[in-house]
């Protein structure tokens, strides 16, 4: 299983469909899609939401931005995450060829 943030960006029209059941069909559709919800948030600033997701893949992960950009009309920008151990690891291994 991997990690992956999900930043949320309302549009105008996104914004005025916002409810209890739409936030529930969200969760039905990372389910779906074998992800597992670490924490959901509504954030002030130039995002509007960010969500931690653990999915098997990267390709699922994908497929979840896609399916939530076509239920709600809000823009996600999904990244992948390693925790800093790992990623302090990743640096000192890596090689310059």
């Given at each position: 299983?991997?990690?992956?943030?999900?930043?949320?960006?309302?549009?105008?029209?996104?914004?005025?469909?916002?409810?209890?059941?739409?936030?529930?069909?969200?969760?039905?559709?990372?389910?779906?899609?074998?992800?597992?919800?670490?924490?959901?948030?509504?954030?002030?600033?130039?995002?509007?939401?960010?969500?931690?997701?653990?999915?098997?893949?990267?390709?699922n992960?994908?497929?979840?931005?896609?399916?939530?950009?076509?239920?709600?009309?809000?823009?996600?920008?999904?990244?992948?995450?390693?925790?800093?151990?790992?990623?302090?690891?990743?640096l000192?291994?890596?090689?310059?060829?």
């Amino acid at each position: 299983m991997s990690i992956f943030l999900l930043f949320g960006k309302y549009s105008p029209e996104a914004i005025k469909d916002i409810r209890a059941e739409r936030t529930e069909k969200v969760r039905e559709i990372i389910k779906k899609y074998n992800g597992k919800i670490i924490s959901m948030y509504a954030v002030m600033g130039e995002l509007d939401l960010v969500f931690t997701v653990d999915f098997p893949d990267g390709k699922n992960a994908i497929a979840v931005s896609v399916a939530l950009y076509k239920l709600t009309g809000i823009h996600f920008v999904t990244s992948p995450v390693v925790d800093v151990e790992q990623f302090d690891t990743l640096l000192t291994e890596a090689e310059v060829i």
